[in-house]
């Protein structure tokens, strides 16, 4: 009992350990040290050396059978590597400062999941882990952008404006107050690409992919939150799915960095910026991110096929939902026996075809004789198709969209409010729900007591989350555009533009994100959160727990209508 306590109370302050030495390893490479400050952090890893020594040798004597830890705490072992410096003075490898930061790092590595201890002695709820994640990796992305190696030249960036790009990156939205492309350097572009990444798959993802490689078992919360996030049957369905997601996303990604780097490369004629550009492309878009190294996003690529068709390739899979995607692999190759589509693979690939279509036809139709003026006609198609399928959740543009008209930009604002498909790297109030409210429409009108879609019942609840969802979204998109009206100058659309837009992790503009106040950032950023992790997800970690009642009222009617 006495050993068990001990070893919970090793998690515990584990935690914080790797918490302070990643900030002193982030700080002493991206900053340059004095002298004197590079003995000071000298000395700083020498304490966290036998801080991490003492606490390794209390494991080994803590558990039973001491052989079978180091196996299974093989990372732990790197620390050895400094202690031989004990016996070998000769030799500057085994006492160099370079040898203990990579020691360090390596433990930092294998101390990860000690994270999870923390969150079950806390008990947090699995809505909870899931906002935290959110919210740790952003803090993170902030603190490494603000650091003078992630920008060019002597520019300096404030924190709110960090904090903004970081929560655009995690969030997948692409709103910018600095322009990528030239602002940055070529790290924080790197860790704009990287956080754009975590974002676009999920925190949850990640997690799950770090207990695989560290061979962990999940706690229940976890799986709970993993099945109901990937819409399994268990978590055995829910391992293979995420197996299935990130190889079906390296392999998509991958095949959209080549298309871009050999269409690119001829005209730049520089391997490695073209090869950067194109990586960071296509993770941006198959994450439906929209952010571009480019200063006019793709209007320079406006006309440009193999760009346009690859981006808005990688844009739909990313947007129809890695449920959906895993569902049409193993249908089409009846791989474990599933040999039928499911209602919401169905549902999302029509709903997804009929957004596309009728997005393209009315942005056409209301930009040909105006904003598309001088193209040809399959210039105009190409042009009103992109910009129906990044409306939704990508946010790329290749037309300015201050040139189009306000009936044009009104039925965008339909489009991102709608936004991507449940399990997707997309925002909005997701395909899905607005189907199922149409369906919930439509059989109410032919007086049909049971919700049915393509052969199929919807049960009742999921109509009731679907209103709650509609009504929820718009009580926040309406909230944050009072106080936006309070605090901006903009102009109502502009800033009605950019709430929807930031709500639905869109990212595009009509120019009021450069214009924003302090207040007004501040307000973006957690409109982005919010739209990103999903409005039940916040009202769900909020919410107490209560127990179901045993008891019903008697019913009784009331007029509708």
């Given at each position: ?9 090793l ?12 900030c002193?390893?982030v700080?002493e ?6 002298e ?19 606490d390794?040798?209390?494991r ?15 990372l732990d ?7 031989l410096g ?5 030799i500057?490898?085994?006492?160099s400062i370079l040898?203990?930061?990579i020691?360090?790092?390596?433990v930092?590595v294998?101390?990860?999941?000690y994270?999870?201890?923390l ?8 809505a909870?882990?899931?906002?935290m ?6 803090l ?5 952008l603000?650091?003078?190696i992630s920008?060019?030249g002597q ?10 790009t970081?929560?655009s ?6 709103l ?6 030239t602002f940055?350097?070529?790290f924080?572009?790197?860790?704009i690409l ?8 999920g925190?949850m993802?990640?997690?799950a992919?770090l ?13 709970v ?10 978590l055995k369905?829910?391992?293979s799915m ?14 959209g ?7 690119w490369?001829?005209?730049t004629?520089?391997l490695?910026q073209t ?11 198959f994450?439906?991110?929209?952010f ?14 193999p ?8 844009i739909?899979l990313g947007?129809l ?5 895993y569902?049409?692999r193993?249908?089409a190759?009846?791989i474990h026996g ?5 209602l919401?693979?169905k ?8 957004l ?6 009315i942005i056409?139709i ?11 006609f399959?210039?105009q198609?190409l ?6 399928v ?6 790329f543009n290749?037309?300015?969209?201050g040139s189009l008209r306000?009936a ?5 604002l339909?489009?991102?409010f709608?936004?991507?498909s ?5 925002g909005?109030i997701?395909t899905?729900?607005f ?9 109410t009108?032919r007086s049909r ?6 052969g199929?019942?919807?049960?009742y609840h999921f ?5 709650a ?8 998109v309406i909230?944050?555009?009072y ?30 994100t ?10 973006i ?6 739209g990103r992790v999903?409005?039940?997800s ?6 107490r727990r209560?127990s ?7 019913e009784?009617r009331?007029?509708?209508?």
């Open positions: 009992m006495v050993k068990r306590l001990g070893t919970e109370i998690n515990f302050f584990s935690v914080f350990a790797c918490l302070f030495i990643t002193v390893l700080f490479i991206s900053f340059h040290l004095t004197v400050n590079r003995e000071l952090f000298a000395k700083i890893h020498r304490y966290i050396f036998y801080y991490f020594s003492i390794v040798f209390l080994i004597w803590f558990v039973k059978k001491s052989p079978r830890y180091i196996l299974t705490h093989f072992m790197a620390l050895i590597i400094p202690l004990l016996f070998f003075r000769d500057p490898f085994f006492s040898t203990i930061q020691v360090l790092l390596i930092l294998g101390r990860v999941r994270v999870v201890h969150f079950n002695i806390l008990k947090f709820n699995p909870q882990l899931f906002l994640g959110f919210g740790f990796t952003i993170i992305g902030s603190l490494l603000s650091l003078p920008l060019k520019t300096e960036i404030s924190f709110v404006d960090s904090v903004f970081a929560t990156a995690v969030c997948v939205t692409g910018i107050v600095q322009d990528t492309g940055f350097s070529a924080g572009q790197s860790v990287v956080l754009v990444q975590i974002g676009g798959l925190i993802a990640f997690s992919l207990a695989l490689f560290l061979q962990r078992k999940m706690s229940s919360t976890e799986s939150e993993l099945q109901e996030s990937y819409a399994s049957s268990g369905e829910t391992f995420m197996k299935f997601i990130f190889s079906f996303t390296l392999l998509f990604e991958a095949i960095a080549i298309v871009l780097f050999f269409y490369y001829p005209q004629g520089n490695y090869l950067f550009y194109s990586v960071f492309h296509s993770v941006s878009a994450c439906n991110a929209g571009s190294l480019f200063s006019d996003s793709l209007i320079g690529e406006a006309l440009s096929f760009v346009i068709g690859i981006i808005s390739l990688l739909i947007g939902g890695f449920p959906v995607i569902n049409l193993y249908h190759y009846k599933i040999r039928r589509l499911r919401q693979t549902l999302t690939v029509l709903l997804t075809f009929i596309i279509v009728v997005g393209t036809l056409w209301g930009e040909a004789g105006h904003a598309l003026v001088g193209m040809t399959w210039e198609g042009t009103s198709f992109f910009q129906s990044t409306t939704r959740t990508a946010g290749t037309i300015e969209l306000t044009t930009l009104w039925i965008m339909i489009l991102m709608i936004g991507a449940p399990g997707s790297t997309g909005g997701k899905t729900t189907g199922l409210l149409v369906a919930a429409f439509w059989n009108i007591k049971q919700i049915e879609m393509m199929r019942t919807i049960p109509v009731f989350k679907a209103v969802i509609i009504i929820i979204s718009s009580i926040i909230t944050f555009f106080l936006l009206l309070l605090t901006e100058s903009g102009g109502f659309f502009p800033i009605l533009f950019e709430t929807i837009s930031a709500f639905g992790t869109v990212g595009l503009s009509v120019g009021m450069e214009q924003l106040t302090k207040v007004g950032k501040i307000l950023i957690l409109l982005m959160f919010i999903g409005p039940l916040i009202a769900f970690a909020l919410a209560r179901k009642p045993n008891y019903a009222y008697p009784e009331i007029l509708l209508g």
